[in-house]
C-alpha cells in the first residue's frame, strides 16, 4: 500500500486543521493506522493511532482532548483532526500503517509500522 499524507499548513495558535492520510495499491480494510510526528531536531515521536475497525484509538498524552483520528475505509482515508493548536505542535506529520490480523490492534511504536506516507508539514505560529 501507499500513503499520501496531506493537509498540513501554517496556521495560528488555537487554530485547527485536518490532516488526511490517503491509501493506494491496497485497501486499507485490514490495516491498523497512525500517526506519528517528527519536529526539527527531535526524534519521531507517536500522536495517534487507530484500529481497523475504529473502535479502538489511543493518543499521545499531549494531543489527548485535542486531536481526534478517524478512519474511513470505504474512501481509503484516514484523517487526523487537530483543534487548540499549540506552537509545540509544529512537525512534519506522518501517517503510517500496518496490516494486521486483529480488528481491535492500535499501536503507538513507529517500528511497528511498515509503511509510511511521506510527511505534511504543519507550523503553528504563537
Known amino acids: 500500500v501507499q500513503l499520501q499524507a496531506s493537509g498540513g499548513g501554517l496556521v495560528q495558535a488555537g487554530g485547527y486543521l485536518r490532516l488526511s492520510c490517503a491509501a493506494s495499491?491496497?485497501?486499507?480494510?485490514?490495516?491498523?493506522m497512525g500517526w506519528f510526528r517528527q519536529a526539527p531536531g527531535k526524534e519521531r515521536e507517536f500522536v495517534a493511532a487507530?484500529?481497523?475497525?475504529?473502535?479502538?484509538?489511543i493518543y499521545a498524552l499531549s494531543v489527548k482532548g485535542r486531536f481526534t483520528v478517524t478512519r474511513d475505509n470505504a474512501k481509503n482515508t484516514v484523517y487526523l483532526q487537530m483543534s487548540s493548536l499549540k506552537p509545540e505542535d509544529t512537525a512534519v506529520y506522518y501517517c503510517?500503517?500496518?496490516?494486521?490480523?486483529?480488528?481491535?490492534?492500535?499501536?503507538?511504536?513507529?517500528?511497528?509500522?511498515?509503511?509510511w506516507g511521506q510527511g505534511t508539514l504543519v507550523t503553528v505560529s504563537s
Open positions: 487507530i484500529s481497523v475497525s475504529g473502535s479502538y484509538i
Open positions: 503510517a500503517g500496518d496490516l494486521v490480523g486483529s480488528p481491535i490492534v492500535a499501536r503507538r511504536v513507529a517500528g511497528e509500522y511498515y509503511y
Open positions: 495499491g491496497d485497501t486499507i480494510s485490514g490495516y491498523a
